[in-house]
């Protein structure tokens, strides 16, 4: 074969679909040569038609990623932007926490998304973000958005995946510690929404309802919410009361379910009191019902908050017909759930069981008509994994993939089977595979993997501890993300990396669904610049100026010492990447201003003398003398 048609040695050829549509038929026989197998056109097993060698992992210069990833920062706040399966960090956002690169919590418009208290500075400054998922249409990603929550303020941020920033935080009322999040994947009342329009959180530490002072001992005081944001507003729409606390949360395909596996389900108000029981759960909500009881104004508000509260307490949901919760018994503290991608399975992972426990879907739909006698006959499988099982991924095979924490492990399991070795058929092989990872796994996500089109192609894992993998840097060691090769039926560790803990979780879609913009536009800003200017009223000024390469539109401007500054900045440049910065020196500011972006920033100008506001973004041969003097007058 040529050596061209070698996409690892020719990096125009994954560049573009149509480049891609040519390696799967034109050029099929020249790459099975080159040790690339490839889907051949009415191939009848999917093993075979996503089989990709582990040579694929690695990513020449000048080639692009098939994958996009998108992982959180953990308690850097942050997320981050991977390609995959290089695991090349592209972009890295400020989302809960400022960032000194972009201005995020600096600028105006920032900071307005964050949070301001009165005196304008930012309300938190630290975030610990936690689980990112993206938007839904027609079962699969559409590349609309991505969601993220914040541990530590109880905040659930968007991020635009057509520029890849945050544009609303929500901060969710009456929550402390929101921990599981999960966009729904369709309405389930209108057929026509066949898309993202709800967002849920579970909420992890209970806390005394409302929250002021009162009840601080007293048990029967506490609770936890479960929250649904709506997609498009992100704003609260409605909180569900449960008994227990909230881990993680999991929506399925039909819209008409979303769960959270559970511990503390004693409703102890202290550590000790949260593990007597054998059994927490995970349970169920039916969101129809729940905004039914809503809309029919059967619920409570919390304090000051006007968002409406159901009761979804064992205690009111006796009748399975009427019951808004179901919570269906899993052996105890029980970690992480996933729907499995063909819609049929929610899975529960043991952590201080060896067990994952899978609930059959249409069964608790069953329970909600009244046709099951108790919650537990919900339960179709509860194979035994190994120790420590926390995250579920799937290969879109019927294969599930569960991370071990304490066996430092992945196993690979068959989900029909450990069905039928449920029912008693002893001869069903559950266990397919076992790796050894490094070290201690948590999070897991494969290709598309809770989606409809799970592809089973490649699966990361968030590995907590790297020990002895990378050279050593002091006390604190990075995490190690490694990637994993599933298109065979035995997994293969392809590569690893080491990355700034501590990403909690990611997901990794197809590149084609997201389709970025790189250039704004000026309509999108109602305070773009037209023209050049500095407007005063009182001691409150504000400057107006723009940026073209390699100038700034003022060369220099004054202003009087106690003035209350607004410095307004568009980039008039229309050409891709041709970013510029703002920096003031002694004044705390920096941010960018992207193809025809709008920003501002508000400062008080104390300190007479001259700054030299520098462009601190490489933009231009003349970058060096992009420049204004602001003059603070005495
Ligand atoms: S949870 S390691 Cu915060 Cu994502 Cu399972
Ligand atoms: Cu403009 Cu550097
Ligand atoms: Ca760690």
């Given at each position: 074969m040529s050596k061209d048609n070698n996409p690892n040695k020719n990096p125009e050829l994954l560049q573009d679909a149509d480049r891609r549509k040519f390696l799967n038929t034109a050029a099929l026989a020249g790459l099975a040569g080159a040790g690339l197998s490839v889907g051949l056109a009415g191939c009848k097993k999917p093993e075979e038609a996503v089989a990709v060698k582990a040579a694929d992992a690695h990513i020449e210069p000048g080639q692009l990623d098939p994958y996009y990833g998108i992982w959180s920062g953990g308690h850097s706040g942050e997320v981050r932007i991977l390609g995959i399966p290089s695991g090349r960090q592209i972009k890295k956002l400020g989302v809960f926490v400022p960032d000194a690169m972009s201005g995020w919590g600096i600028t105006n418009e920032s900071k307005k998304i964050m949070g301001t208290k009165?005196?304008?500075?930012?309300?938190?400054?630290?975030?610990?973000?936690?689980?990112?998922?993206?938007?839904?249409?027609?079962?699969?990603?559409?590349?609309?958005?991505?969601?993220v929550n914040d541990k530590i303020h109880s905040r659930v941020a968007r991020i635009r995946l057509d520029v890849m920033e945050c544009d609303k935080i929500t901060h969710v009322p009456n929550v402390q510690g929101i921990h599981g999040i999960f966009p729904d994947k369709r309405d389930p009342v209108d057929p026509n929404l066949n898309r993202t329009t709800r967002v849920f959180v579970g909420m992890e530490f209970h806390t005394p309802l409302p929250n002021d002072g009162r009840d601080l001992d007293d048990p029967s005081k506490y609770g936890c919410l479960f929250s649904c944001i709506d997609a498009e507003t992100m704003e609260m729409r409605w909180q569900c009361r449960v008994d227990g606390n909230m881990d993680l949360t999991a929506t399925s395909f039909d819209g008409k379910l979303a769960a959270c596996n559970q511990y503390?389900?004693?409703?102890?108000?202290?550590?000790?009191d949260m593990m007597s029981l054998e059994h927490d759960a995970c349970v169920f909500f039916h969101v129809e019902r729940i905004e039914r009881a809503v809309k029919e104004g059967r619920f409570t508000t919390i304090g000051d908050s006007k968002v409406p509260v159901v009761d979804g307490r064992k205690e009111a949901n006796k009748d399975p017909r009427a019951a808004l919760t179901c919570y269906v018994p899993v052996p105890k503290n029980p970690h992480g759930v996933n729907a499995s991608p063909d819609g049929k399975y929610f899975i529960c992972s043991g952590k201080l069981s060896p067990t994952a426990t899978v609930i059959d879907l249409a069964l608790v739909l069953k329970w909600y008509n009244g046709d099951l006698k108790e919650p537990r006959e919900t339960v179709v499988a509860e194979p035994e994994l190994g120790l420590g099982p926390l995250h579920t991924a799937f290969d879109g095979r019927g294969n599930a993939f569960t991370t071990l924490f304490l066996d430092s492990q992945v196993v690979k399991w068959d989900v029909e089977a450990a069905i039928k070795a449920f029912k008693g058929?002893?001869?069903?092989?559950?266990?397919?595979?076992?790796?050894?990872?490094?070290?201690?796994?948590?999070?897991?996500?494969?290709?598309?993997?809770?989606?409809?089109?799970?592809?089973?192609?490649?699966?990361?894992?968030?590995?907590?501890?790297?020990?002895?993998?990378f050279l050593p840097v002091g006390p604190l060691h990075p995490e190690n993300e490694q990637i994993i090769d599933i298109t065979g039926e035995k997994m293969k560790l392809v590569h690893e990396a080491p990355v700034h803990p501590e990403p909690h979780d990611f997901i990794i879609m197809t590149r084609d669904k997201i389709k970025t913009r790189q250039i704004y536009d000026l309509d999108e800003f109602p305070n773009a610049v037209k023209e050049d200017r500095v407007e005063?009223?009182?001691?409150?000024?504000?400057?107006?100026?723009?940026?073209?390469?390699?100038?700034?539109?003022?060369?220099e401007f004054k202003i009087k010492r106690g003035d209350e500054v607004t410095l307004v900045v568009t980039n008039l440049d229309k050409v891709e990447d041709l970013t510029h910065g703002i920096a003031i020196p002694k004044h705390d500011i920096n941010f960018i201003v992207n193809p025809q972006e709008t920003k501002s920033v508000t400062f008080k100008a104390d300190k007479p003398g001259v700054y030299w506001i520098y462009c601190s973004h490489f933009c231009h041969?003349?970058?060096?003398?992009?420049?204004?003097r602001m003059i603070v007058e005495r």
């Open positions: 009165p005196d304008g500075s930012l309300l938190y400054t630290t975030g610990d973000s936690h689980h990112v998922h993206g938007s839904y249409a027609n079962g699969t990603y559409d590349g609309k958005y991505a969601w503390n389900t004693e409703n102890g108000a202290h550590l000790e058929d002893k001869a069903a092989k559950v266990v397919v595979d076992r790796l050894d990872v490094h070290y201690q796994p948590g999070h897991i996500n494969a290709s598309m993997s809770e989606t409809m089109e799970a592809d089973g192609k490649w699966l990361c894992v968030g590995c907590k501890f790297s020990k002895d993998r005063r009223k009182g001691n409150k000024v504000t400057v107006y100026m723009t940026s073209q390469a390699p100038n700034f539109g003022l060369r041969a003349l970058h060096l003398e992009m420049r204004s």
